[in-house]
């Protein structure tokens, strides 16, 4: 069951692309943060969604917001992918255990082994104050996540 508006985000620990931990944590008090679940890097509608955000990045990432895209593919395949790409944002492996976040989240596709399409906008406090969750291939919306921001 995905998570509901109004509750505490769970805090997780993950490697970026580069190898880096990123913690959800890190940001309490400082920023809010988009955290966007994708299925599978390198993937037609995923790669679309992530495109559409590195070209208006600086209304997910910059001083007030943070964005960490979120996906159960290995660290270094979210390398390969956002260096191909040009995504500059943090791409997270919740490679292993696999797909624990996305579980933590209520959003992980056993059968298939990947996160469904969910987008959790957090507050700076750790507060989950809108969500989305799309089927694999029903892309999302970049002016929902500017909507929801807008309104904290």
């Known amino acids: 069951m995905t998570l509901s508006i109004g509750t505490a985000a769970p805090d997780f ?8 931990k990123v913690s959800l944590s ?16 390198f993937t037609g509608t995923c790669t679309g969604e992530l495109c559409a ?4 990045l600086s209304s997910f990432h910059n001083e007030n917001v943070e964005l960490l895209a979120v996906s159960c593919d290995s660290m270094y395949s979210q390398r390969i ?11 997270l492996s919740d490679f292993w255990p696999h797909g624990a ?3 933590s989240y209520g959003i992980f ?3 298939r082994g ?7 906008v957090i507050d700076k406090e750790g507060i989950i104050r809108w969500s ?4 694999l291939g029903d892309a999302r919306s970049n002016d929902d996540y500017k909507a929801a921001l807008a309104a904290l």
């Open 13 to 20: 620990e993950l490697n970026d692309q580069n190898g880096n």
């Open 26 to 41: 890190s940001f309490k008090g400082k920023k809010n943060v988009v955290l966007l679940f994708i299925p599978f890097a």
């Open 53 to 56: 955000m590195r070209d208006d």
């Open 81 to 91: 992918f956002a260096e191909q790409e040009g995504y500059t944002f943090p791409m």
């Open 101 to 103: 976040v996305a579980t």
């Open 109 to 111: 596709d056993e059968a």
């Open 114 to 120: 990947c996160a469904v399409r969910g987008t959790f």
């Open 132 to 135: 989305v969750v799309n089927g």
